[in-house]
């Protein structure tokens, strides 16, 4: 058996999803957390049933790839039952998907999520009244604390057993007039969803449906039109909103007959946005909760890093002394030392912090006010507002970013913020960053290359907008509510991204800085550092970089590790003027993104994007890189 | 009939139509803007930043350019 969970975004589908399945899917208090789709298995009642986790969609008519995979989904795969989660706080919205849920044709369960929300707020709902007026079982659920979850798989079960159809509601007279007379036309044909369905989304305008049905019954076309003429001139409105409105009318009258609103009292948290987004202060708070961030992270890592390294470099010497120290064995084995340490002294004490805190101001509401904020500033190089979530995901790693570009609806905005996203020094450059720069040059020096990289990203943007201008319509974004996030999750959600870094790149730095040390065991570093020789001498570095920075592109971590090993000494200061530091920093931070990046750029935007943003970023590091040494000269 | 930019922060108004591409008018319907539907305006971001509304309950966050899509009426 299969279920899916479908709701609208910020509804608490992944967190329900997660419950039962652990932490498997991304979670995130915005809207588009989930751009895919994810799927596990569950026992429910001794059966395996398989549940997909689907993003958030306002309607099954999606308007940007993300939400598209709904309908796509429901249409290609056979599902047994529908678990349709809302949120009880926004009941009349989330009922306008619902009873367009109705109309497909499969078991639904309706589930009314946040129910604790929805008490602080003074909302009572009935929901045994709701059930009789849909007709579909209603249960309530808090997923966030587990509740009510085991109950709802209970039931959906049964539904699927029983395959239960829901009845759908019927619309106003003109509408169903439409829908009957277009089904007739459908009438031979087998569809994986009730055919209602899929005239209603006919009537909505639905671009790919209406290919790929015209394709079939090629005369279908003008039938539409005729029934779109006929409605657009009986109400003065298109059909889109006609049936839009008919879902509010029919929703609203729903959640009147279950709802009632007691009195509340506005809290602190009801507050809050009167002073994190206020036109002055709101910017002071930007400054400092991310000020705080940077310092927290800074703080924590260098705790660690330092006594760490001291004992791996302790370590290191004792294993060249004891064994031959230029023989072979000696050469492999600090080698790989070398990339144990590199990932447990330098890369994880930043990344811990960093995760936590980026999982912390996710959960609790607090990216969609950043970009709020930010809009104006972004529209400056060309995106808006909603970019952000690509940009600030970026710092954790670039990978989902580049993914989270599906919540745009513009193509020229998701090649532009994937460009530009690339730019961001994920979770991996800050391994650079902090292991090298602040920690032997200084943390202002770090703080600086952030807002240089900044800088630097928002020029290439205006550079950008000018052969690419922009014509999307800007920004439409759903504000979340606060909401606290819970340890688990935020844990969870952590150990979910360290867990990655552990298990599928922490092997590669190791493997990486072991083959190293066998291509300088046998000279064959000199070729490939030749091969970088023209940028080292521009950017005024040792030519030993030059190896580092090519394995750098599999695992940027790499071209640190690795300078370590290039050197012979994880005691950087000794081999590299503060100057060169930064220099190459600079560099890392910007040239060519990681394999994994390159890959989902190409899966995302096709191979000339992927081609092309890879070039981009060559010129823009080399530029960024030189412009920092000229700086340095000059100075 | 003014464009949702006109309307000063703190105001109730009533939607009138959507003035754009048909992508636009779906979009913005799906999201509670339906004619007839009350909005306000909670505040505006600065710099030319953009609109914070209330639109049926739920806070939703449209850039200027949009914003100049909306044609609504004082109620």
């Known amino acids: 058996m299969r279920f899916a969970l479908i709701g609208q975004p910020n509804c608490g589908k992944s967190t329900l999803f997660n419950q039962v399945a652990g932490y498997k899917a991304e979670t995130g208090n915005f809207a588009g957390t989930t751009v895919t789709f994810t799927e596990t298995k569950v026992r429910v009642l001794g059966d395996v049933v398989e549940l997909v986790d689907l993003p958030g969609t306002y309607t099954l008519l999606g308007t940007n790839p993300a939400e598209r995979v709904v309908l796509d989904y429901l249409v290609d795969k056979p599902v047994d039952a529908i678990i349709n989660?809302?949120?009880?706080?926004?009941?009349?919205?989330?009922?306008?998907?619902?009873?367009?849920?109705?109309?497909?044709?499969?078991?639904?369960?309706?589930v009314i999520n946040m129910m604790d929300e929805a008490k602080r707020q003074g909302l009572k709902l009935d929901g045994e009244k709701l059930e009789s007026l849909l007709g579909i079982p209603v249960m309530p659920m808090i997923a966030t604390r587990g509740q009510g979850i085991r109950e709802a798989f209970t039931r959906t079960w049964h539904i699927a057993q029983e395959k239960r159809i829901p009845t759908p509601k019927v619309y106003s007279e003109e509408i169903e007039k439409s829908v009957i007379s277009l089904k007739e036309e459908l009438e031979k044909d087998n569809y994986p969803v009730s055919r209602r369905a899929i005239v209603v989304k006919l009537l909505e305008g639905d671009p790919v449906l209406t290919e790929q049905v015209s394709r079939k019954i090629p005369h279908v076309l003008e039938h539409i039109q005729k029934e779109l003429d006929v409605l657009c001139h009986q109400s003065s409105r298109q059909a889109v909103w006609l049936i839009a409105s008919e879902r509010q009318r029919l929703a609203r009258e729903m959640a009147r007959k279950v709802s009632s609103q007691q009195q509340t009292q506005l809290t602190l948290r009801d507050r809050l946005d009167d002073y994190l987004l206020h036109p002055f202060w709101g910017y002071v708070f930007l400054l400092a909760i991310l000020g705080l961030f940077f310092y927290v992270v800074y703080g924590f890592g260098k705790m660690l890093e330092e006594p760490l390294l001291n004992f791996f470099n302790h370590l290191d010497m004792l294993i060249l002394n004891a064994l031959h120290a230029n023989g072979f064995i000696a050469q492999v084995v600090s080698g790989a030392v070398q990339g144990i340490s590199g990932g447990l002294a330098i890369v994880l004490p930043y990344l811990v912090p960093f995760l936590v805190g980026l999982g912390f101001l996710e959960d609790i509401g607090y990216l969609t006010r950043i970009a709020f904020m930010m809009d104006s500033l972004m529209h400056r190089m060309g995106l808006h507002g909603k970019a952000i979530v690509p940009f600030i995901l970026g710092y954790g790693c670039n990978v989902p970013a580049i993914m989270s570009t599906r919540i745009m609806e513009d193509k020229r905005d998701r090649f532009l913020s994937a460009a530009l996203s690339t730019m961001v020094p994920c979770a991996a450059r800050l391994a650079v960053v902090f292991g090298l720069v602040a920690f032997y040059v200084g943390p202002w020096a770090a703080l600086g290359i952030y807002f240089y990289?900044?800088?630097i990203i928002a020029i290439t943007g205006r550079i950008i907008t000018i052969f690419l201008p922009e014509d999307s319509p800007g920004l439409i974004l759903e504000m979340p509510v606060y909401r606290w996030p819970t340890v688990k999750t935020i844990t969870a959600k952590a150990w979910f991204r360290i867990r990655e870094f552990i298990f599928e790149a922490w092997p590669i730095l190791i493997i990486g800085s072991v083959v190293l040390a066998i291509m300088n065991y046998f000279s064959v570093t000199r070729y490939l550092d030749a091969l970088l020789q023209p940028f080292n001498w521009l950017l005024g570095l040792p030519r030993e970089v030059g190896t580092p920075l090519i394995f750098g592109i599999f695992r940027k971590e790499l071209s640190l590790i690795m300078l370590a090993q290039a050197f012979g000494t994880t005691n950087y200061a000794a081999i590299m003027t503060p100057q060169q530091m930064v220099v190459f920093t600079v560099f890392v931070v910007f040239y060519v993104p990681c394999l994994a990046t390159i890959i989902s750029i190409r899966n995302e935007l096709g191979a000339k994007a992927m081609w092309a943003i890879s070039a981009l970023t060559v010129v823009v590091a080399t530029f960024a890189a030189l412009l920092v040494r000229l700086g340095f000269l000059l100075f | 009939m003014v464009n949702l930019l006109q309307v000063k922060n703190g105001y109730w108004v009533k939607v009138v139509n959507v003035a754009g591409g048909v992508g636009m008018e779906r979009r913005l319907a799906q999201l509670g803007f339906l004619p007839g539907n009350k909005i306000r305006v909670i505040r505006s971001a600065p710099f030319h930043g953009p609109?914070?509304?209330?639109?049926?309950?739920?806070?939703?966050?449209?850039g200027r350019g949009v914003a100049r899509s909306v044609m609504v009426e004082y109620l």
Not at chain 1, 85 to 110: N, W
Not at chain 2, 53 to 60: F, S
Request: glycine share 8%; hydrophobic share 55%.
């Open chain 1, 453 to 455: 990289n900044l800088l």
């Open chain 1, 85 to 110: 989660v809302i949120d009880a706080t926004h009941l009349v919205q989330g009922l306008t998907l619902t009873l367009e849920l109705m109309e497909l044709g499969r078991p639904l369960v309706l």
């Open chain 2, 51 to 62: 609109l914070l509304l209330d639109v049926e309950g739920r806070e939703i966050v449209l």
